[in-house]
Structures are given as structure tokens and as C-alpha cells.
């Protein structure tokens, strides 16, 4: 009698990462685009889980009960367990009634749905994994049952935790407040990214046919795996490739820094930091509504004593408060040379922004945020170019980046040279 099999699953390159954190981090989100493999990822998570530890209790939702028999038990765990369920020889019974699996060593795993939240209630977990959230109606409310359920089928047996597999709906939603927002995110979450083209096994038909109908935003959501609105126009920011918990301040070369006035509307200024590539770093914000000219004036200068010397570049509509920022601080303040209200120039400069999210010829993007500049994460991660609203950080950025043929060179031991160039 066979008394162990080999599962058929080799992680690629972005599943692994989300397997290597098991034990580390409590709630986690693999977000991915359409084929990128992240219900087989999490499949097989649970199953390992299971199988490593004798007698935990697992349990995985999917939207409906129709999702659990298609997506879950006929295209998942029979591909990994290489056989129908209830023959292969670590099961010990599939219950179809009840919907569990009970394994040999002592394991048992739930299947159910969400099509309300009070279906997640019910007796203390060790596992949870949640398949296709975006597709749950209620899945705030879902969630937190989840939560609550995480008490351990013996407390403080087991490490326990829950994990989504999902395509990615909207900034603003659940969601997207639970593991991203920047505001808002779990302290205890982390969000691992698969893009359809980190899967080796699909067919170049596969991946040409999901290209030809996914584009603009679409594409960001079912190609990438990326939060977005539906429409066209959204940065490709991800917190897991643009956001740092901590900058090198060694490798920043020049500083200068954006302001966006306003007084109904917020004053929003950005000191962005560039290594000698030229790769911009957001490395602090000011965002406040109805912001006197004393405050916009300490405001300027607490940011360069806190950076460095910089020339500012504002908003060129507002030749007044330049005037009062520049006479205020003694500091270089210059009307910026792109980004007026001619619409050509606009659409330039939220083209240079938006192409520094993308890799560059090296693998990387030309731009990274501080995890602090929460506010700045927020506006980008929901910018629409087609609307002018909520996007007075990212005006000062725009201001800030298409403005750097003169700015000063940092000397990191005494500041900048004065007089270059």
C-alpha cells in the first residue's frame, strides 16, 4: 500500500514567495491576474498546511457552492492530489454531505460558500483560505467572521491565519481597505502580485487571447493583478514594487520638491529625493485643507531642514502664493515649466509620472514611495487622468518631475553646493 505521494506542483516564481511566508505572516493576499495560478497556489497551501500539521482544521470558501464543485474540487485538489479525492491514499473519507475531507493523519478540511456572511460563522480554525473574494458581496463582513473564527481548533496548538486567492476589485472596497490602502491595511497583512505572464504553463494562445480583450484598466486588474478602477488612465503603482519601508539616503543625489496650492482644496507639497539615475524617491508629504500662508511657509521649510536644500516648482496658476512662498523662506521657488492648464502639457506630464511605474530597461521602475506618505499612495492608487479630483499630491509630483534640468546636486556630508550649476 502506497504511504505517501509526491504532489504535482511546482511553484513559479511569484507563488513561492507567498508559500515561504506560511508561518509569518497572519493574513495574506495573492493577488493575481486571470490564469496566473493563485487558486492552485492556494490549494496547495492548504494542503501542505494540513499535511505538516497532524490534526489542524483548515476550511476554504468560495462565493457560491457551484465554485466549490468546479473551481475547487474538480479543476484544484484532484489535479494535486493526482487522483479523485475519496481514492487517493492520505484521505481517509470525503464527505460530500457535510463537505469535508478527513485526512489519515488526523487533519480535516472544510469546503463551504459566502453567499452571506454568516457563513463563515462557526467552530475555531486553524486555516482559512478565501477563493475569488472580489466576487463576494458582503465580503467585509465575511471577513471578519473569518476572524473571528482563528482561535485554533486546540488553542495555541497550531499557528493559525487566513490567506486570499482573488482577482483584485477596486481601491475603496473591503478589499482593498484590509490589505492596501495605506491608511487603512491589516498591520499583520502583506500582498504578494502574480501577473498572467509569471505562469510558464499557459499556451502564447492563452495569454494573446486574454490580452486582446483586457486593456487599459482591465489589463492592470486581470492581467496584473493589480487594484483599479474600471476606466482608463489609473497608474500601474504597486505597493509591492514601488512602496519602501525605508529609503537609502545614500544613494540620493539631488532633492526638490512640488507644490500644489489650495485653500478650499488642500496645499500639498512633496519633497521627492533622485539617485544618480535619475530614479525619483517620495520621501515626504504635507497635505492640508485650508492652510494659512504662515503654514504653508513652516511647512516648506520644515521639509528642508528635515531633506535638504531644493528649489520648489508650483503651481503655475497661482503666481501669487509663489510669490509668498518664495518671499517667505529666501528659498528658489519657480512657477513650473509643464503641467499649466494648457491640457497638452498636463497630459505630458501625467504621462512622465505614469511611465516611471513601469520597469525600465534593467527591471526596475524609476520611482518608490515611503511607506509613510500615505496620502500620496492613496491619490495614486486611484488617480483617473480623466477626472480632476483628489489629486493634489499627485499635481505636486507631476510639478516636481518634469522640472529637474536644474536642480541642485546633493553633497551627502555638507549639503548642496551652492551655485550649480
Known sequence: ???????????????????????????????????????????????????????????????????????????????????????????????????FIQFRNG?????????????????????????????????????????RRLRGSVPGRFWN????????????????????????????????????????????????SIERKHVGSYAEAFIYG???????GSFAFDVTKHELDKIDMSIIQHVGFGVDFGWTEPLAIVAVGYDGDFRAYILDEFYQSQAKNETMIQAARDMVEK??????????????????????TGFIVRKAQSGTADKFSRDDSIRELGSRFLDAGDGRPRIFVSEHCVKWIGEVMAFDAERKENDHLVDATRYALMNTSDM???????????GWP
Open 307 to 328: 531633506w535638504g536644500e531644493g528649489n520648489f516648482y508650483c503651481d503655475p496658476s497661482d503666481p501669487r502664493s509663489i510669490e509668498e512662498l518664495r518671499r517667505g
Open 226 to 232: 493589480r487594484f483599479t478602477k474600471v476606466g482608463f
Open 161 to 208: 491565519g487566513a490567506y486570499v486567492t482573488t482577482t483584485p476589485n477596486a481601491p475603496g472596497s473591503d478589499l482593498h481597505k484590509f490589505f492596501e490602502d495605506p491608511e487603512t491595511r491589516d498591520p499583520e497583512s502583506k500582498v504578494y502580485r502574480m501577473a498572467l505572464y509569471d505562469n510558464p504553463h499557459l499556451t502564447e494562445q492563452y495569454v494573446r
Open 107 to 147: 487533519s480535516r478540511l472544510w469546503f463551504g460558500s459566502l453567499e452571506a456572511p454568516e457563513m463563515a460563522e462557526g467552530a475555531n480554525i486553524d486555516l482559512v483560505m478565501v477563493d475569488e473574494a472580489r466576487l463576494i458581496r458582503r465580503f467585509g463582513e465575511a471577513w471578519m467572521s473569518v476572524q
Open 1 to 99: 500500500m502506497q504511504n505517501e505521494w509526491v504532489i504535482p506542483y511546482l511553484p513559479h516564481a511569484t507563488q513561492t514567495p507567498f508559500h515561504l511566508d506560511r508561518y509569518r505572516e497572519r493574513f495574506r493576499l495573492l493577488s493575481g491576474g486571470t490564469g496566473s495560478g493563485k487558486t492552485i497556489a492556494g490549494a496547495f497551501e492548504m494542503i501542505d498546511y494540513l499535511i505538516e500539521n497532524p490534526g489542524a482544521v483548515g476550511y476554504i470558501f468560495e462565493p457560491t457552492y457551484p465554485m466549490v464543485k468546479k473551481n475547487l474540487i474538480k479543476q484544484s485538489f484532484e489535479e494535486l492530489l493526482g487522483t479523485p479525492i475519496d481514492s487517493n491514499y492520505f484521505v481517509e473519507t470525503y464527505n460530500r454531505t457535510d463537505n
Open 408 to 418: 541642485l546636486p546633493l553633497d551627502v556630508g555638507t549639503g548642496y553646493v551652492p
